[in-house]
Structures are given as C-alpha cells and as structure tokens.
C-alpha cells in the first residue's frame, strides 16, 4: 500500500508539473537578482531558470551600474536554456520593450512624448524618429533635435 500511494503521489506531482505556465520565449518576465559576481548579474526568472546579465545593461550612460542583490527586475527572455543550460535573459532589450509599450499608448492616447538622445545614440535616434513622425503626424515631439525632423 505504501507503494501505491507513492507512485499516486509521483503521479500527481508529474501533471502539476505539466500544468505550470512556463513564460513565453520573447516576452519580458520579473525576476530577482540572486548574486552578483564576475561583472554578471544571475537573475531567477522563476520556473526553475536562471539567467546571467552584464552589469553593464543596468548602467545608464556614464554611469555605474545600480543593481544589488535582491532587487526585482524586469528581463527579456531571448530563450528558455542557451548551451550552458540557463536562460538566455537581457535587460536592454526588456527596457526596449518598455519603451515601445509607453509609445504605443501615447499614440493611442495622442499624449505628447519628451526624447532625449545620449551622444553615442543621437544619430540612430534621429533615425528613428524620423521614420515614427513620417509614418505617425499625430506625434507630438519636444526633443530639440527630434522637432528639426518635422515636415
């Protein structure tokens, strides 16, 4: 009887584990920073998966990294394991993300979006904000350079 009930509990506990929502490759998931070492953050993202992240991508330019041991971030999940076995996360690419989000709802909202552009990036900016007024008029740019761009 005791094997019964062992093998009904191992039972149970496989299709719980199939019944887990594991989060989409290409979404932005939280996790929380679990140790910092050799100029990488190791993220938990949950679900079992781990990822690692250059304190580089929690710098802003010029700046030193701001991230501690605990704090809760919000990453990309590229891919679920990479060759290491562990997931393949980026902040960048999670604040992107976050950034198309916020316009995208001033578009919809037609609420006016202030831009600013560091040195390294102003070309590239101005790239693409040229391309989002010509392909939206109802944008309403205060960045300096950005209103030059307008027709």
């Known amino acids: 009887m005791c094997a019964k009930n062992t093998m009904e509990d191992f039972e149970a506990l496989l299709k719980e584990s199939f019944e887990i929502d594991t989060p989409e490759e290409g979404t932005v998931v939280k996790g929380k920073v679990i140790a910092i070492e050799a100029g990488q953050a190791i993220i938990d993202v ?6 690692r992240i250059d ?3 929690f710098a802003n330019p010029g700046e030193a990294p701001n991230i501690n041991v605990g704090d809760e971030v919000e990453v990309y999940l590229d891919r679920v394991e990479n060759a290491r076995g562990e997931a ?3 902040r960048e690419k999670a604040r992107r993300e976050e950034a198309w989000d916020r316009l995208e709802k001033a578009y919809a909202t037609e609420t006016r979006v202030d831009a600013r552009s560091s040195g ?8 693409i904000w040229a391309a989002l007024w010509r392909s939206c008029p ?3 740019l205060t960045c300096a350079p950005c209103a030059m761009l307008a027709p």
């Open 138 to 140: 109802a944008l309403k």
């Open 46 to 51: 949950g679900y079992k998966m781990e990822g």
């Open 88 to 90: 393949q996360i980026s």
């Open 120 to 127: 390294a990036s102003r070309a590239a900016s101005r790239s």
């Open 55 to 57: 304190l580089k991508e």
